[in-house]
């Protein structure tokens, strides 16, 4: 079972950079698919980007290609995203979460951390 915590997170304005970390606990961190997904206030959890047990493969929503990039360093157990040139639009709870296949419906996802707060002033 994977216990998996973001940081991260914080205030910047609109064009700035951040970058999110997802620690996860469990010995079995390079099986899994991880993803990165965010909620606004009042909208739905959404899709971001997603990345493969080795890193060779990777996919992301369309609002973001381009702008962030998603890394994951098995040896630390950790998944990073990279996010540049930020948009007030980006202003999200992010959550990172584990799934056995590389997938962009939330449901394939078994395991999620607690979030980090985004927030890009414009």
């Known amino acids: 079972q994977e216990q998996l915590v973001e940081s991260g997170g914080g205030l910047v304005q609109a064009g700035g950079s951040l970058r999110l970390s997802c620690a996860a606990s469990?010995?079995?961190?390079?099986?899994?698919?991880m993803g990165w997904f965010r909620q606004a206030p009042g909208k739905e959890r959404e899709f971001v980007a997603a990345i493969g047990w080795s890193g060779g493969s990777t996919g992301y929503a369309g609002s973001v290609k381009g702008r962030f990039t998603i890394s994951r360093d098995n040896v630390k157990n950790t998944v990073y995203l990279q996010m540049n040139s930020l948009k007030p639009e980006d202003t999200a709870v992010y959550y990172c979460?584990?799934?056995?296949?590389?997938?962009?419906?939330?449901?394939?996802?078994?395991?999620w951390g607690q979030g980090t707060q985004v927030t890009v002033s414009s």
């Open positions: 979460a584990a799934a056995r296949i590389l997938a962009y419906d939330l449901k394939e996802y078994n395991y």
């Open positions: 469990g010995r079995t961190f390079s099986r899994y698919v």
